[in-house]
């Protein structure tokens, strides 16, 4: 009964560095998104996918990718940190609609120094 | 562009006291949801509420959706420590049922 997996817990990298951060669910959930939490500026969607193959961006895309291969994954790629991408990062899965509700993952707290 | 205001940002109070937490906004949700969040942890749903003015109760937290959908508040009754984390608020919009907008958040504190 796993819900929403997301590694590394915490991170270090240094301006430039490039890394993956890992998603997983074993709901069956068609729906997943990665958000950026920071100090007074609750939870904001970086991208979002609502199948296998399909991707989307949300409110700050910028300097960050994803890919939906699987039901299951849902990776978020930083290019090229910057220290601005310091920020604790949240994966959440959902059925199709919403009003279920989305389960989220621990979150990855990231500092790029 | 924040959609989703909360106050008050923070909130201390000493247990047994009760509190009332806003979210507004000046857009319209088909559907608003609160969740409450502790440190080093996702947030977890608390309630969905969908009709204009709707009332939900979970044990000493009520909840309430406005008649016009556009802002929603949560009060609870003699607040407990076990109450205290970050209070998010967060609406989807008609046609984008699926992509959740969060609140900027409320921190309770509950002292003993």
């Known amino acids: 009964n796993a819900g929403v997996t997301q590694t590394p817990k915490f991170q270090v990298l240094k301006t430039g560095q490039s890394m993956t951060l890992q998603c997983a669910q074993d709901?069956?959930?068609?729906?997943m998104s990665w958000y950026r939490q920071d100090p007074g500026m609750g939870l904001r969607l970086i991208h979002y996918?609502?199948?296998?193959?399909?991707?989307d961006q949300g409110e700050v895309p910028n300097g960050y990718n994803v890919s939906r291969s699987t039901t299951e994954d849902f990776p978020l790629r930083l290019l090229s940190a910057a220290p601005s991408q310091t920020s604790v990062y949240f994966c959440?899965?959902?059925?199709?609609?919403?009003?279920?509700?989305?389960?989220f993952g621990s979150g990855t707290r990231l500092t790029v120094v | 562009t924040q959609l989703l205001e909360q106050s008050p940002q923070f909130l201390s109070i000493q247990e047994g006291e009760n509190l009332t937490v806003y979210c507004n906004s000046s857009?319209?949700?088909?559907?608003l949801q609160w969740y409450r969040q502790e440190p080093g942890e996702g947030p977890v749903l608390l309630v969905t509420?969908?009709?204009?003015?709707e009332v939900k109760k979970l044990k000493r937290l009520t909840f309430q959706f406005g008649d016009a959908r556009k802002d929603s508040s949560l009060h609870i009754t003699a607040a407990q420590p076990g109450d205290t984390g970050l209070y998010l608020c967060a609406g989807a919009r008609r046609g984008a049922t699926n992509k959740l907008i969060f609140g900027t958040g409320t921190l309770l504190a509950v002292q003993p």
């Open positions: 959440a899965s959902s059925k199709r609609d919403s009003l279920y509700g989305y389960t």
């Open positions: 996918s609502v199948g296998a193959g399909i991707t």
């Open positions: 509420v969908v009709t204009g003015g």
């Open positions: 857009s319209v949700f088909s559907s």
């Open positions: 709901m069956n959930h068609e729906y």
